[in-house]
Structure formats: C-alpha cells, structure tokens
C-alpha cells in the first residue's frame, strides 16, 4: 500500500516527542532579530527567541521556508513511492501556502497541500490526527475529509499584552497605540476563515480569563473537549489562570501551556497569550 508522510512547519507548535511519535516532517520557518538569522526551533528555542525581541528596537523578521527546501524534502520523501499530504500555517498570516504548492509543481512525488487556516496548535491538531490516520493506513481521501471537520471543530483567540509590536509591525497607528496603553486596553481576536478578527477589548487580566472562559463554556456546550492549548509569549501566571478557569468550568484537566513559536509572537509582542480549543 502506497505510504503517505506528512509535512507541516514550525508554527505548529508540536515538540519534539509528538514530532517523533508521529513520524511528522517539519519545515522551520527562519526568524532575523539584532543582525543575526535563525531557524525557528533549530538554532533558537521560542523562549530565548523573546529575550532577544524585547531587547531588540526593530521588529523581528520573520520568513517562509525556501522554495528549494520545499522541493528537497518532497523529493526525498517520495523516493520510496510515498505520497505527501503537507499541513500548513494559515494563507491570511505567511505566504508558505503558496510556496508549498509551487513547490508541488516542481516534485515528482504526488503532494497535496492543505491551507490549515490556523497556526500553532490549531494547526497541530490537523496534523497530528493526519499523521494518526496516515500510520493507520488509511487512504488521503478520508484524511482529508477527517481534517476538514477538525478545522471546522477548532476555535482560536489569541489575547495582546502591548500594541508596541503592533505598532512596529505596521498593524496599528501609534496615536492608537498610546491612547491604547493609556487606557490599558488588551484586544482579544480569533482567528476566523484563516483571518484575525477583533472580538473585544479588555483592561485587566483578570477579564481576559472572564471573555475567554465564557467563550469556551457557551462554545463547549453538549460536546466533547478533545484538546485545549494555551501558548503565550512569556505570559506564563495568565496563562496558568485560563488554564485553572477551563478546569473549573468544564472539568478538562489536559490544557496544554507552553512557549509559541517566535513567528507568531514577533506579531503579539511579550505577555500574549493564544486560547485555542477542539471540541466535537
């Protein structure tokens, strides 16, 4: 039977144990802060990545994989005869999408590309139940529908700390800025059809437990919780407290916390956190 592998980037967040356990190929992206460039979990870790952002004045840069790297590991994969279904970060935030599937082109190995519509864990749960069903032999078709309703079962909100990277990253003007860190306002988005959306605004972190753990109460309602991720970018005490909330409202004990890849926390800045959920 014809094998099929698959392939994600690093923004999905996975450790190396899952990466393992899996049999998953991961594509870093490469992130450039205070002259010097890095692969993202190869050369710099997500937590000493945020030491060097917040001691850098320019905003970090962040880059998709080559599209010769894209190539080398479909080539290489498809050496045996294997298939490759290869898992992306959303369209709306990087243009690695794009690039996997002109890389497809240029590949004598079959690969079909999957715009996740996420990132991070939100990401990672389409990946890891591809990989799942991938080890079980089962044919892309059904992978494909099967992940198709994870993405449709998974939410993702995604809380600021500082509008500086905001700011830095050409996503904010500075008026709005200073009046926003005057009035200590924290916006909280989803991510929806592979696009941030506003959702609200906050002054405490003691709201944000509030907004998000009612989200997730009235959302959860009468169905099953398979996984809940909570990445921050050393925001470590408010992520514990969301983590404590979902616990109490809900009775899931498996929350994941844990640093986010430095392609999403260039964007968020310090003290952000994600809030991301499948429930079916």
Do not use: C
């Not at 592998?5 to 899996?22: G, P, R």
């Amino acid at each position: 039977m014809q094998k099929i592998k698959i392939v994600t980037d690093s923004t999905a967040d996975l450790s190396q144990e899952v990466i393992e356990k899996y049999d998953i190929h991961v594509l870093p992206l490469s992130i450039s802060v205070n002259g010097q460039t890095y692969l993202d979990r190869v050369d710099l870790q997500p937590d000493e990545f945020i030491e060097e952002m917040i001691k850098s004045e320019e905003l970090p840069k962040t880059s998709q994989p080559a599209m010769g790297t894209f190539v080398e590991m479909y080539d290489k994969l498809g050496e045996d005869g294997s298939e490759v279904l290869s898992i992306h970060m959303t369209s709306g935030m990087s243009g690695t999408v794009a690039t996997a599937n002109s890389a497809a082109t240029m590949t004598d190995t079959k690969v079909t590309v999957v715009d996740s519509q996420f990132i991070t864990h939100a990401l990672a749960y389409q990946v890891i139940e591809a990989a799942k069903m991938a080890n079980e032999g089962r044919s892309l078709e059904d992978i494909i529908k099967r992940i198709d309703e994870v993405r449709k079962n998974t939410r993702l909100y995604v809380v600021v700390d500082t509008l500086e990277n905001l700011v830095k990253g050409g996503r904010i003007g500075k008026g709005k800025a200073f009046i926003g860190s005057l009035l200590n306002i924290k916006p909280i988005a989803n991510l929806e059809g592979g696009a941030y959306n506003p959702v609200t605004k906050v002054r405490s972190q003691g709201q944000i437990v509030k907004t998000l753990t009612k989200i997730f109460e009235q959302d959860t309602a009468g169905k099953s919780i398979k996984a809940v991720a909570i990445p921050h970018a050393k925001a470590i005490p408010l992520a514990e407290s969301v983590k404590a909330a979902v616990e109490k409202v809900s009775g899931f004990t498996q929350s994941e916390i844990f640093y986010t890849t430095p392609i999403i926390s260039t964007h968020t800045g310090p003290g952000a956190i994600g809030f991301m959920y499948l429930a079916e």
